[in-house]
Structure formats: structure tokens, C-alpha cells
């Protein structure tokens, strides 16, 4: 294509509202137009990157043996009073009423439709396992858009969906798909990591959830650089090679006061001491749902896991204690409370990590003092309850138990895998007809992909301060031929039509930049449309015989002879 | 694709609601699914027909010059209430209060969100003109959705929008996009016509309709066997070669009454005299809504054309007399009214055919009787106004003016093209600066296909008893290899195995029919979900080297050799 027949509209600032980089940068290359709150037109150059990621998932989909349809966007609500979801989604769900005041919802994912599908036309073990999949425009309310695609009211997901007559066959195709995910990421060319998932009221450990790392991801990971280990922090376990009272040294210290008039948090009791603050505890205070007020301990460089903590019996939906609550509890202002010298009726749940430390520091439930020199048995009882209730960090042990090591990095979630196995087929009696002449609820897997975020994530991990830079299978264009006076000279419109002619002969997908514009601004547009090969067509080299030759990623200028400019893009583009 | 890879599900009997036969056919081949009023599910099997639609429109739209864009299905009020349209559209449009109480539309088309994109993006002379299209969910909220995907409430439209700086541009893309408008329908090789379209409020001839020529098409076109006239039969003019006065002959006979004691309509009446139903008229009794009574006179064969009667002075909005209007107005009930001896302040409308008649037959304004040898001048007083105002019929001139005679058929719109000017770009300040610095409003086209609809129209043109007959550039599938006794015969399975490598190496779309059905049942099933080409491959002829070739539209079997199959099916399928 030219640019003299494609819309290019580059700005050279973002709107003062988009925070995040994907989102100014898409933006400023003019891939994407605001209409609203969450609501993106895709422009005719970013609706070529979101084909081409299209184009890879549904490659690897049909490999992976599912078919496509296509299902309505509009949902009729007694579907979703079968599942229950219609007052459980929430106001995520965009609800409408028709003419003939009938309820709907602009449909924020599938899973009903899809079942009264299955119960109707699947009612034989014979039919399964059967795998469908869409491309599909969906919406879901957010509270507060932001990010631009990345978190957008109105965005493109793929979502697959599958039936089998046990739990053995949705294993096997969960795994497909989980293969499936995989290679459409790594064909797509981004870096990404399948972690382990929350599968919440299910239960069990079938959900994965696919990251593209980047450091702006909303999602903190911990994963095993020699194992392929990788997790939601949240989720990772923090484990220990033995019990934490035989890993704990003996006391070597006498408890001592220590005077502490201003230094409250761990890291600036431990610097007044001259000691690391891995020498600290700290002690949290929260309320249960019964109202008991619980101490929880953790090293003072370590965060609470809410997720693991709320897991502990009577714990669930716990709350951070008040103030006052603290004060009438432990008779001592927050910043300087302790475990030591408490009412033995206070629970206190200890991570593993503190439940091996000996001779450590924390409060001394007492205002402006902490204590050194503290140890379990001795200055205070063992903890009521010793559990992993930490995230991780990096450095801990991986529990996979392959003797590797946690590093924490940042993800945007564009994929999601779930078994749901019964769960909707039991509401919706999508049921089948086994071998043995019995009817017996259908096992189900659900499988996301978020099209457009990839777009936005794919930014987020492959930017410089020039613009965008595409990895190869989602570029607009792989190649950019500029041509440096293309309304002046002669020669440069020759060759650059020549080039243009036979890169597209051959099949790669060329801009051809005609415009009549000064070359830093036409190299300024292709950069920060992120083109990932650019070939310059100028008078100056030309009367040598010579274009320039720049790869997106590098930046380094190449002189290569015009009569090669063909064979050497062909190499470079293909994947 | 093999059968035992793909989700098929036909049906032997369509649900008693599907009226239409493409409905019927669509349900029974399990191209579709409904899931609510005026929802549809598009099955593996129907997404395939689609999507090769969708691609052959896509085609021709870049080709024509247009810029693919994707524009959000929710639209903001805001925009609406710009244009007006907000309040005018009426009921169709299906309204959405979001969790912020904002309110937005599904958009059931896309003028306003356009425009709004135009007017920032396009500011100079040099960025026009412009054309973008894309391919998308709409929803129009149908008061009586029916005939399935043919008027549904959620289906698939291509709609493009082009932005010019002159009328001369806009008409130039119009052509061009008139020209790609007929070769889509063309390369889906359907039969079709483009018609003159009225063009309401904004006027002028710029619209034109794409009908699909169908025997159950709801529209009424008008077309010329020798020449490229065609209209809808509510514009198509009804011509005279003269005057109407210059065409009458003179009278030849007395004005008689004539009982007709039980003859009210004009065809009973001439049956009764022995005389042909062109030698009456009949009186129509309309109200203006200034509450003028009128008498509308028309030959007794011939229809009132509402659209036309409703240009006249004063008779806009008119709607039919009541009987009791009638008595009022002419003394006499209903069936017996004419236009002889009435009050002189009645306007008489007559068609031109009407005044071009003498010694005619109409109803005597006295029950039970009519009068024949009836003439305009002599027995009652020349019309107030003479003018076209009914429905042309087979046979009448055809009004280009090339001597050509004019054909009625029933066609289904699946295109309008349409010069918008400037009545958006107005109402949204949609200007561009010009050469000479001024500002001055953009010119506008707007070209729509209803993507999903032509799946239906094209099996409303192309079906027999047996089910669909797809058009080559439609089919799900070029060619069915239908294996009988695959699963019991090595070498039928050794046979299919290796055709069906070799027509998906040669690039055939092929469907392998490996399912362990019954050979009649695998043949229906081709048959009716439509398959172009059909194999088949059995023991018997195979013994002899030979497998059996049938055409879905001849339906007449010819035997082949296996080893020259593949060039057979390579040169039946090449387009």
C-alpha cells in the first residue's frame, strides 16, 4: 500500500488523559480514536495489527481442532436466570431493554449461550468432545476505563468453549489448548508466561492465565527461571526446606528496649540499629468476620498475602483493624505494637518465614520503643498458628521442588484457560447420553483471549522512545520503503516504484511513504508506527546505486546495493 | 475438512415459525441457530457461507479505494442529539442506559460516529476525498423480526462512508462505488439489479438499491430487458408517448346504467358485461389532511401508487376515506362510487391512462348499478388534475426512453448506495478548509450491504426441492468427496484418504463426508446444505477405477476415473 491511499494521522503529543505508554502510543500513531468512555475506534492502520493478531489465533484454534461460530452479542435474560449470573455479574453486565420491554445484555462473555447451544445439539457421547470458538465484540462495563484498549468497555475477545463426556477428555483438550495459547504468543513473537490461576469457587488446579511480561502490567508474577514454574504472586507458595522451629537459631540475645521516638516502619527501625530489616517483625492487626482481633506477624520486609491469609479457618473476609481498635486491644498507638507481653487471648498466625527467626526486633507495644533481642518461647508464647501467609519475593526457593529460584516480574493478562466442569452444565441440564444409556452432565472447559489488549500489551513490551516497534507477525506493514523526494526526482520515484512493485510481487507487506513531506518527519511517522524494516530511497546514495537500510529494532544504518534491496528484505521479513 | 472434524446438524423438518424458505432451509442445514427474537447463532457450517461473503465484499472495497476501519458498536447519545436523529429514529433503534446512567444505542448505523471522526480528522482539501468502510455488528430492534437472518434484529453490515470537497467528487466515488457494488453481486454470482431509489427529504437522484431478484422478495422492482432501467415500483414512471387528451378517441357510445346487483370491483363488473377489466375505472375516495375529500380515478386493472398521489399539492400524508365519509361525501355506499354527477367541489385525481380512456365503465353513485359508455367532457366534466399516480405494470413503456417495454419482479435489498450531501456534515460542523482558505461543509456518500442478508436472498434465488444450491463463491465447501463404506472399505478409505490430500493440495475447498452414515443419508445432507460439486466414492465403481461425479445444480451423475478426478474437480471448480 501507499501512504498517499492510507489514513495517516501521527500526532506528536497524547491527550493529557491516556496515562499508560500503549495508550498514548497508539494514540499518537493514530491506531485507535476515542468515542467515549472505553469506546475505541479501530483506524484503518491499528485494525491491521488487530486482523493479523486475529488472524494468528484463529490459525491456532482450528489447529487446535475448534470450530469457529458466531454467536449474537445481544443475550436474552432469562439464559442467565438459569445460571444465576444475572444478579451475580453485576454492574460489569450492560443491560438493555428492547422495545417490547424485554430484558437483554450486551453479552461480557458466553458461557450461557454456548450451554443452551450444547444442551440442544450435542446429546450424545458420540458428538463429544466438541470445541467452539468466536471472535467477538464484547462489553463490560468498567467502573473506570482506562489504559485506552487495554481495559476498554467495548473490546475484541476470542473465547472457545468445550464439552466432554469426562473429565479425562477435558483434560486432554485443556492441555491442547494450553498448547494452542502458547504457540499463538509465540508466534505473535512476545514474551509470555503461563501461570498458574485462582480457580476461586471451583476449586481444583485447572486454570492457567497467559501474561505478556511488561513492566506497566497490572499483575505481579513469580516465576523459575530453570523450571517453567510461574505463578500470580498472589497464589505462589513460599515454602521452607524444613520446619520453621528446626531451621530457628538459638536466642543469643537478652530482649532489650530500644528507644525509637520517630522510626515506626521496619526499614527505618532497622537502619536506626544498623542492622537489615530481615532482622525485623512486623505486626499486623485485623478483625474477623466474628469480630476477634488477630495479630498477624511477617518479616519486616515482607508483605501480607490477603489471599493466603484469608484462607486460614475463621479468616475469611477479614478486615484491616482501626486505629482505635488497636489502641483498645494492645493499649498502644499503631507503628509500635508487638506481639511480646500481649493478652493471651489474641490470636497471633505467624509466616513461616518469622516463626524461624530468633533474636528479632519489632514493637514493644509501647509507645515510641521496640524490642531487640526477641524470641519465641522465651519472651513471648509460640505463635497460635504458623502458615505461608506472605508473597513472595525474589530469591525464594521455587516450589516446584526443582531446586530453582523465584524472580518476580510484571504481566498483562490476554489469556485465560478455566475447567469449569459442571458448573454450568448442572444449572442448564446440558446433559448427554452416555454408552451405557445413562444421562450425565457434560464436562466444560472455557478458554479467553483478549485481542485487542494484546495490541496495547504487545506496546507495553516492545516500545523506545521513538515509538512503537512491532514484533514481525502483528506489524501494519513489514516493511517501509521511504522515498526521499518522491515528487522531485525522477530516479527516486523509478526505483522507489520499482522496489515497491517487486516487494509486493513477493508477497511482503510494504508501505510505500509517497508523500511529500521532509524525510525526518516521514522517518519520525514510520518509527513511531513501529514499521519493523525500513528501506531509504534518497538521491544522494541512489547515484551510487545504494539504498539505506534501517531495522526498526536496531537502529543502525545499512547501505545496501538497490539491485540486492529485494533478496535482503526478503531475508530479513521472514519469519 | 473432514465430516468428522466439523459440527454438522441437519434437520429433516425446519420449526413451524420459519415461514420463509431460506429460514427453513438455513435451520434444516444448520447454517444457523436462533437463539431469541430476531437472533441468530451462525453455526460452524453457516459462519463458513459468511465469511466468504464478508471476504468478497472486503475485496472490492479496497479495490474501490476504501479504508477498512471498526468503529465501536456502542454509540454516545450525545452525538445523536447533534444530528437530531436521536428522537427521529424511532423505536428501532435499541437504546442503553450504561451503570453511570449515560445513555448510548447499539448503533444500528454509523453516520453520526463517522462524521465525528471526519470533522477531527479531515481538515484540508488535501486529505479528501476519503473513504472508509468496515464490517459489523449492528442492531436495528425490528418491531416483528422475521424470515431469520433475512430481518433480524443483530446482523452483519458492511457500511462505508466517503467525505469529499466537492458534489463532482462525491459523484465520482459514487460511481466507482456503484461499479464495486455490482461487481460483488457479480463475483457472488447472483442475479441482481440496481434500481433507482426514491431519496426522501434530501432529494436528487443519488440512491440507488441492490436487489437480489427473488421470488419472495418483499420489494416490487420495475426493470427493462433491453436496457439498464430499473426502479422500485413505487418510483417507476408510468409514461404515455402523448397527452392523455391527444390519446383519446372519440365517443362512440351512450352512458347507460348497468345493474349490477351483487359487482363491486371493476374485474366482476366487466366479467358481468363480457368486457375486458380495462375498459373500467375505479373510484378511490381519499382525505387530505386539510379534510378535503378527493376521488382518485384509476383504470380498473390498475393500483394506486401511494408514493406518487402523495407528491400532489395538498396530499401529503392523505389517507383513505371511511365508508362513512364516503355516504357523507357521495350518497352512496362503497363499491358502487364514480365520478359522474357528483358535488363540483370534489377534486377528481385521474391517472393519465384514465384520461386517456372514453365510453368506460364505473360505478354509478347509486347501489347496485354501474354506468358504461361513459366520456370525460361530455357526461361528467374533465378531471381537476391529471397526473401519474399508479403502479406500473408488465408491459407499460419504459420511461428512459429507449422504446423498451418494462417487467415487473420481486427483488430483496441487499445494497443502498446513497449522496448524503451535506445534511450530516452540516448538522455536525463537519467543514474542511479549502484551496482558497475558506471553510465550507464536506459532501457525503453512504454505501451499505447487508452481509448476513445476502446468505438468505442468495438461497431465496438458488434452492430446489432437495435444499440449497450454492453459488460458487458462496458454498461452505466447493466439493463433497462422499466416502461410502469408509469405515468398512480399505479401499474406499485409501481412495477418499488420497483425493481429499490431493484437492487440499491443490488449494480445493473440500469437504470429506467420512462419517459412517447411510449413502443416502450423506447425499441428503450434501443436497441440502448445497455443496457445489459432489464425489462420490464406493466399492462398486471403484472396482472399475471409476468414481461418481454430480453437479448440485444439474444433479445429473457422470462417471469418472479416480486417477483423473482431481483435474476434473480442478477444472468443474475453477471461478
Known amino acids: 500500500m501507499r501512504t498517499s491511499q492510507l489514513f495517516i494521522s501521527t500526532k506528536k503529543e497524547a491527550p493529557a488523559e491516556a496515562e499508560l505508554l500503549s495508550h498514548k502510543l497508539m494514540l499518537r500513531a493514530g491506531l485507535i480514536k476515542r468515542l467515549g468512555s472505553g469506546l475505541y475506534t479501530w483506524m484503518p492502520l491499528g485494525l491491521r495489527v488487530l486482523r493479523k493478531v486475529e488472524a494468528v489465533v484463529r490459525s491456532e484454534m482450528n489447529a487446535a481442532g475448534a470450530q469457529e461460530l458466531l454467536m449474537p452479542a445481544v443475550q436474552p435474560k432469562e439464559l442467565w436466570e438459569e445460571t444465576g449470573r444475572w444478579d451475580v455479574f453485576g454492574p460489569q453486565m450492560l443491560k438493555i431493554t428492547d422495545r417490547h420491554e424485554r430484558q437483554f445484555c450486551f453479552g461480557p462473555t458466553h458461557e450461557e449461550v454456548i450451554t443452551d447451544i450444547a444442551r440442544s445439539e450435542l446429546r450424545s457421547y458420540k458428538q463429544l468432545p466438541a470445541n467452539f470458538y468466536q471472535v467477538q465484540t464484547k462489553f463490560r462495563d468498567e467502573i473506570r476505563p482506562r489504559f485506552g484498549v487495554m481495559r476498554a468497555r467495548e473490546f475484541m475477545m476470542k473465547d472457545a468453549y468445550s464439552f466432554h463426556a469426562s473429565f479425562e477428555s477435558l483434560q486432554q483438550t485443556y492441555d491442547v489448548m494450553y498448547g494452542a495459547y502458547s504457540k499463538v504468543f509465540t508466534r505473535l513473537g512476545l514474551q509470555f508466561r503461563a501461570v498458574a490461576a485462582d480457580t476461586g469457587a471451583i476449586g481444583g488446579s485447572g486454570s492457567h492465565e497467559f501474561h505478556v511480561l ?10 523459575c527461571p530453570t523450571s517453567d514454574y510461574a505463578a500470580n504472586v498472589e497464589l505462589a507458595e513460599a515454602i521452607m526446606p524444613d520446619s520453621p522451629s528446626a531451621l530457628r537459631a538459638a536466642a543469643t540475645q537478652a530482649m532489650t528496649d530500644v528507644d525509637t521516638p520517630k522510626q515506626t516502619a521496619c526499614a527505618d527501625v532497622a537502619a536506626l540499629l544498623g542492622v537489615g530489616v530481615e532482622r525485623t517483625v512486623k505486626a499486623i492487626a485485623l478483625v474477623t468476620v466474628a469480630g ?6 511477617l518479616r519486616g520486609d515482607h ?4 489471599v493466603k491469609i484469608a484462607k486460614l479457618e475463621g479468616m475469611a473476609d477479614f478486615r484491616f483493624a482501626s486505629d482505635d481498635e488497636i489502641r483498645a486491644a494492645l493499649l498502644c498507638p499503631p507503628g509500635f505494637i ?25 514493637g514493644a507495644n509501647k509507645p515510641k520503643f521496640h524490642l531487640s533481642g526477641v524470641n519465641f518461647g522465651r519472651d513471648l508464647p509460640e505463635p497460635h498458628i504458623v502458615a505461608d501467609i506472605r508473597n513472595v519475593v525474589n530469591g525464594d526457593v521455587c516450589p516446584d521442588g526443582k531446586g530453582g529460584v523465584l524472580e518476580l516480574c510484571r504481566g498483562i493478562e490476554v489469556g485465560h484457560i478455566f475447567q469449569l466442569r459442571t458448573k454450568y452444565s448442572e444449572a442448564m441440564n446440558c446433559v448427554f447420553v452416555t454408552e451405557q444409556n445413562t444421562q450425565q452432565a457434560m464436562e466444560m472447559g472455557c478458554y479467553g483471549i483478549g485481542v485487542s489488549r494484546i495490541v496495547a500489551a504487545a506496546i507495553e513490551q516492545n516500545h523506545d522512545a521513538k515509538g512503537i516497534i512491532w514484533p514481525a507477525a502483528m506489524a501494519p506493514f513489514s516493511v517501509a520503503v521511504v522515498a526521499v523526494g518522491y515528487h522531485k526526482s525522477e530516479a527516486v520515484k523509478a526505483a522507489a516504484d520499482q522496489l515497491y512493485a517487486q516487494l509486493v510481487a513477493a ?23 513501529g514499521i519493523p524494516h525500513r528501506v531509504t530511497i534518497g538521491d544522494k546514495a541512489l547515484a551510487e546505486g545504494m539504498v539505506e537500510y534501517v531495522a526498526r529494532r536496531e537502529g ?7 539491485s540486492e534491496a529485494l533478496a535482503w528484505i526478503q531475508a530479513q521479513t521472514k519469519i
Request: proline fraction near 3%; aromatic fraction near 6%; charge should be negative.
Open 338 to 362: 508487638g506481639p511480646v507481653g500481649i493478652n493471651a487471648d489474641i490470636r497471633v498466625i505467624a509466616d513461616l518465614t518469622v516463626a524461624a527467626m530468633s533474636d528479632f526486633i519489632c
Open 303 to 306: 508483605n501480607l498475602n490477603e
Open 292 to 297: 476477634e482481633f488477630v495479630l498477624a506477624l
Open 507 to 529: 508477497g511482503v507487506d510494504v508501505l510505500l511513504d509517497d508523500r511529500n513531506e521532509r524525510p525526518g518527519s516521514m522517518f519520525a511517522d514510520m518509527e513511531l508506527i
Open 556 to 562: 543502525e544504518m545499512k547501505k545496501i546495493a538497490l
Open 214 to 223: 511488561a513492566d506497566a502490567g497490572e499483575d505481579l508474577l513469580a516465576y
